[in-house]
């Protein structure tokens, strides 16, 4: 006999994937290029070359 009763057993299924699922998505974004916030504009390294960066003059919206 268990302590928990199916249906305890299966929410704490489902909280414990829950949480590892968050750790996996913190675990591969934390201090990565890609864990930047929208609208932030990447730099390009100074020893880069010049056409490595997308060339957005002249360019509109219309």
Known sequence: MSALTVTQI???TE???LLLGIAVIWAVYY???D???P???VLP???EADDA????R???LE
Do not use: Q
């Open 10 to 12: 299966i929410t704490l």
């Open 15 to 17: 909280v414990l994937a």
């Open 31 to 33: 201090g990565s290029e």
């Open 35 to 37: 864990a930047e916030l």
């Open 39 to 41: 609208g932030e504009a």
């Open 45 to 47: 390294a100074p020893g």
């Open 53 to 56: 960066v997308p060339d957005t």
């Open 58 to 60: 002249g360019r509109s």
